[in-house]
Each structure stands twice: as C-alpha cells, then as structure tokens.
C-alpha cells in the first residue's frame, strides 16, 4: 500500500534551517490534505503543519512564524521549511495524508501506514 514518506532531516544548530520533504509515489498528494507531525520518545505525536488541498495552511503555535509548509503540485511534493529551529524541535517528523484541520488542532485518520519519519537533531 503506497504511503507517504518524509526526507530531508538532519543535524542542526540552533537558529538554522531545513526543509523537508514528503514524497507518495503512487499517491497524488494534491488530492489530499496533507500534515506533518512530529514525536520524541515517550511523547505522543503532535501535528506540526497541515495544509488542505486549497493550498490554506495551519501550523502549531509552537512554530508559528517559524516553519512553513507548502506544496510543489509538479513534483509531487509537500515541504516542511523550517527555520531558526530550537532544541525543542528535535524529533522524528512525519507526513500523512487524509489531513485535515480546525481553528487549534490537525489530525490525520492513518488511512495509509505512517512512514519511518526523518529525523531532526537540533543541538549546539
């Protein structure tokens, strides 16, 4: 069963940037919405970005200003830039279809399996 998978994670320092990437071969992400969650051992996931298949957009308060999440509709890809990112941001980062979202939360009913995430390190 196709599913979605996240790329582009790595090591950083504090203050500095990355863009993930989720990727479906065999999915056509624009016909879903699409998040990006986030979790660290022990912690239950929690939705960092999501965006509908509009194109509107909705990020955790925890990164608003800081992270943006967009889509590349030729490519077939959803992106997760990140920016001036905190030791607070260090987790394994998902991307899931069948998103969808609400004034203060997003969600994502797993229609398909979650991937392995991509890991994000944040450390001085």
């Known amino acids: 069963q196709e599913q979605p998978a996240a790329s582009g994670g790595g090591l950083v320092q504090p203050g500095e940037s990355l863009r993930l990437s989720c990727t479906a071969s065999?999915?056509?992400?624009?016909?879903?919405?699409v998040g990006w969650f986030r979790q660290t051992p022990g912690k239950e996931r929690e939705a960092v970005s999501c965006?509908?298949?509009?194109?509107?957009?909705w990020s955790a308060e925890s990164v608003k200003g800081r992270f943006t999440i967009s889509r590349d509709g030729d490519l077939n890809i959803v992106y997760l830039q990140m920016s001036a990112l905190k030791s607070e941001d260090t987790a394994t980062y998902f991307c899931?279809?069948?998103?969808?979202?609400?004034?203060?939360?997003?969600?994502?009913?797993?229609?398909?399996?979650w991937g392995q995430g991509t890991q994000v390190n944040v450390t001085s």
């Open positions: 899931q279809v069948n998103a969808y979202f609400g004034d203060n939360w997003c969600t994502a009913p797993s229609i398909r399996p």
């Open positions: 065999g999915l056509a992400l624009a016909y879903y919405g």
């Open positions: 965006i509908d298949t509009s194109g509107s957009t």
